[in-house]
């Protein structure tokens, strides 16, 4: 993206076209370290394991919850009252 003629003219583009998030560098001259630890910021992923009885349990309630959210919806958008009982 070049923003003026004569930065086009030379072939200049206004920003740098490098990537130094991975480069373990300081901060710029002047500028203090605003970190508590000057360390490196990676992302860490953790794997927790869950067995197929505690899935299934959790699904069961999961979709309990969102039959439950459904139902209501559908009172809602047809006008019932929920503490009415149902004809049959």
Request: aromatic share 6%; net charge positive; with cysteine.
């Amino acid at each position: 993206m070049i923003f003026n003629n004569k930065a086009a003219s030379k072939g200049v583009t206004p920003r740098k076209n490098i990537d130094r998030r991975g480069n373990e560098s300081y901060p710029p001259s002047g500028c203090c370290e605003r970190r508590k630890r000057a360390e490196r910021r990676l992302p860490t992923v953790d794997e927790n394991t869950v067995s197929e009885a505690e899935w299934f349990k959790r699904m069961a309630i999961f979709r309990t919850k969102q039959r439950a959210e459904h139902i209501a919806q559908l009172e809602v958008v047809l006008g019932l009252n929920p503490s009415q009982p149902k004809d049959t």
